[in-house]
């Protein structure tokens, strides 16, 4: 059990400043505080802050934070019992401090005391590992500059695209991946924006950065860093994109150091482990994820079998098909069957992991999993996380999941160029966990891209990920019709209808009309009564009439009205008191088919009475209307560009047949 006191004595006496330096994070100071970027999440603005006097992190970025054991525990994702093991490792314990070298000076300061005592706990590490035949380990100072370089590569990556694209001609497409794998590439810049600084050279030369000539060894290369249990790496592994003018695998100087992936270890007690770095790339580049590369075929090391001590409990070799490949998964076996572990053998069945992938998929490389051991629960995350979950067809849109992340749709608008919808984002849209709501369209790039790292910071997954889901999104958004509600149709009676039948056919009808008009309250204006009736009945003919009602104010227009509609059924017309400008091309097309559409008042047509008066002659209506960027929208639809500004009807002509309708209206004469 862990005693408080050495708790304490580590969470005081690791200067953390100090500590997350030689672990490759670049510190500046900023008052009396540290600042640099969190290693913890994609940091594009230096969001950590270190506090030397409390001895305290935190990141404002992704909320992250403690002492030197928390930041132990997150960047080697281990457990608290482990994180405290390795800084007693390197940390004496209270007492009486025990220093190499007598301190002969007098009036060194505190800070000057405590760094001497810190270099001779390094030098005498340094010390220790040269009596180690083979093995190399890098002083703080080196693990710095190798951190470095590796920053550098992994910028040309991002810059230089040959990196890029022979790592998809491989088949490794996610670009989460290379961030993971912390990915670089080597194009030979590096020694153009190196200091004049001989020191500097000459480690470079030392660590197997540069030769001879100052030259770079890793060039026209695809790199990875590979890093010890302390996180810092001390190792980088090159894959040359053009072996034919070049050595096709390189490493440092020195014996085999370091591991890559570690992460996978504590996620799980069952590992898959392949013959080289780009093995396991493109196998957790596939979603395998609990993947672990060697070193060649007989490149399981100490560090391998270290890793693997106490949580791995079975590992599945998966080596290439040749003599040699058969032979290392053979020697590995032997080698890990001593610690105790299970291990079973993939049996690929062509060359190497590049080759099966262009020629298979995920699901079948689970089938091989199965066929090496019938109980494996190996699987991809890449299936996993893309797996439909959930779909809900709803009133007004629908819901629908990927693995457990569910998108609720409402509020879909169409146009032409426009595809907008109203989305709620979370693992449960029902309940109160965390989301993000918006209105965004679906139809602009920009939108989407903003929207999916907007949900990748609420899932915690990878952006591209998010940006699959939105392409799936968009399909089910075109695809989407509300459903039809059916009409409810009131059957007539037999007695009924033939009542109904004989009132058309009397030779009285219009007198009984004008008693029906009587009782409703409204007398006198005979010739008005019939007159509207008849056209509202029209309605159902190819050319209906429209009536204008016209009298001093307070006449009793909007009796007459009211009383010629209440003689129609509800689902037959439409009364407004209002209309704004562009409101009839909003609406769905033919909705005003052999309906009454009737107004107030003629204020309440304003500039809609030009689309009312082109819908009674013309049947219909269409508008072209501007844009901002035309083009970029179109293009995101896959429709030629067109020049931004006025767009002609194949682009941005909003149609609509409101239809054969009837339009009653009111206008004051004074």
Same mark, same amino acid.
């Given at each position: 059990?862990?005693?408080?006191? &050495? ?22 100071? @900023? ?42 525990? $997150?960047?080697?994702? @281990? ?28 009036? $060194? ?8 005592? +810190? ?114 790496? @001390?190792? =980088? ?12 695998? =390189? ?5 085999? %150091? ?20 780009? #093995? ?5 580049? *596939? ?32 080596? #290439?098909?040749? *003599? ?44 091989? =999993? ?53 989305? !709620? ?45 939105? %392409? ?12 039809? *509600?059916?009409? *409810? ?6 007695? #009924?209808?033939?009542?109904? $039948? ?44 429209? @009536? ?38 909003? !609406? ?43 083009? +970029? ?15 002609? &009807? ?13 339009? =009653? ?6």
């Amino acid at each position: 059990m862990i005693s408080q006191d &050495d708790i304490d004595a580590i969470k005081h006496g690791v200067e953390l400043v100090s500590f997350m330096k030689a672990r490759g994070i670049e510190l500046q100071q @900023v008052g009396e505080n540290y600042r640099g970027f969190c290693p913890f999440h994609e940091d594009t603005t230096p969001s950590l802050t270190v506090n030397p006097k409390e001895n305290l992190w935190n990141c404002f970025g992704c909320g992250t934070g403690g002492d030197v054991i928390r930041f132990v525990e $997150l960047i080697d994702q @281990v457990d608290f019992t482990q994180a405290v093991k390795r800084l007693s490792a390197n940390h004496p314990k209270p007492g009486k401090p025990k220093t190499a070298v007598k301190e002969k000076k007098k009036g $060194l300061s505190v800070a000057d005391k405590k760094l001497l005592a +810190r270099g001779n706990r390094i030098q005498k590490t340094e010390d220790r590992s040269q009596k180690r035949p083979g093995k190399k380990v890098l002083s703080v100072a080196e693990k710095k500059l190798l951190a470095r370089v590796v920053g550098y590569y992994q910028h040309s990556f991002t810059e230089d695209q040959r990196g890029l694209d022979y790592l998809k001609n491989r088949g490794i497409t996610n670009n989460q991946t290379c961030t993971d794998f912390g990915t670089g590439f080597v194009n030979g810049s590096l020694k153009k924006i190196l200091p004049e600084d001989p020191a500097v050279i000459k480690t470079l030369k030392t660590l197997g950065i540069l030769n001879a000539k100052g030259n770079e060894i890793f060039y026209n290369c695809v790199v990875f860093p590979i890093y010890d249990t302390d996180g810092a790496i @001390v190792n =980088l592994y090159g894959r040359n994109i053009d072996p034919a003018h070049g050595v096709s695998h =390189l490493y440092l100087a020195g014996s085999r %150091a370091g591991l890559v992936n570690r992460q996978a270890v504590p996620r799980s007690a069952s590992i898959i482990l392949t013959e080289s770095i780009i #093995d396991a790339v493109t196998l957790y580049d *596939q979603g395998f994820t609990n993947v672990i590369p060697c070193y060649g075929v007989n490149g399981v090391t100490e560090d391998h079998l270290v890793l693997f001590n106490s949580p791995v409990t079975e590992v599945y070799l998966c080596f #290439d098909s040749d *003599q040699a490949g058969k032979d290392g998964a053979t020697q590995a076996a032997e080698q890990l069957q001593k610690k105790g572990i299970t291990v079973y053998t993939i049996e690929l069945p062509d060359k190497d992991i590049t080759i099966y992938f262009n020629r298979h998929t995920p699901e079948e490389f689970e089938q091989l =999993l199965k066929a090496a051991n019938p109980a494996s629960v190996e699987q991809s995350d890449s299936l996993n996380k893309r797996k439909q979950t959930l779909y809900q067809q709803e009133e007004h849109g629908f819901t629908v999941g990927y693995a457990t992340r569910q998108y609720q749709v409402k509020g879909i608008q169409r146009g032409d160029t426009q595809l907008k919808a109203t989305i !709620k984002v979370s693992e449960d849209v029902s309940s109160s966990k965390p989301f993000e709501l918006t209105t965004i369209d679906l139809y602009s790039s920009r939108s989407r891209h903003w929207f999916a790292k907007l949900c990748a910071d609420l899932f915690a997954e990878p952006e591209a990920l998010i940006k699959e889901d939105l %392409a799936k999104l968009l399909q089910l958004v075109e695809q989407w019709r509300p459903e039809k *509600q059916e009409q *409810q149709h009131t059957e007539i009676s037999a007695g #009924d209808k033939e009542l109904a $039948l004989s009132f058309l056919k009397s030779d009285d009808i219009f007198a009984a009309l004008l008693t029906d008009f009587d009782t409703l309250g409204v007398t006198g204006e005979k010739i008005n009564k019939l007159v509207g009736y008849l056209a509202a009945t029209s309605r159902k003919l190819a050319e209906p009439l429209s @009536v204008l009602i016209q009298s001093r104010s307070a006449a009793g227009k909007s009796t007459l009205q009211d009383a010629i509609i209440s003689l129609i059924p509800d689902e037959e017309y439409i009364k407004y008191t209002r209309v704004t400008d562009q409101a009839l091309f909003y !609406k769905e097309e033919d909705s005003l088919v052999h309906k009454i559409l009737a107004i107030e008042e003629a204020e309440g047509m304003g500039g809609a009475a030009y689309s009312i008066r082109t819908i009674q002659s013309a049947k219909k209506i269409t508008v072209a209307a501007t844009g901002k960027d035309c083009q +970029r929208q179109d293009e995101d639809r896959g429709i030629h560009g067109k020049r931004p500004g006025l767009c002609d &009807d194949h682009h941005h002509r909003h149609r609509d047949r409101p239809g054969d309708g009837l339009t =009653l209206y009111l206008s004051d004469h004074r």
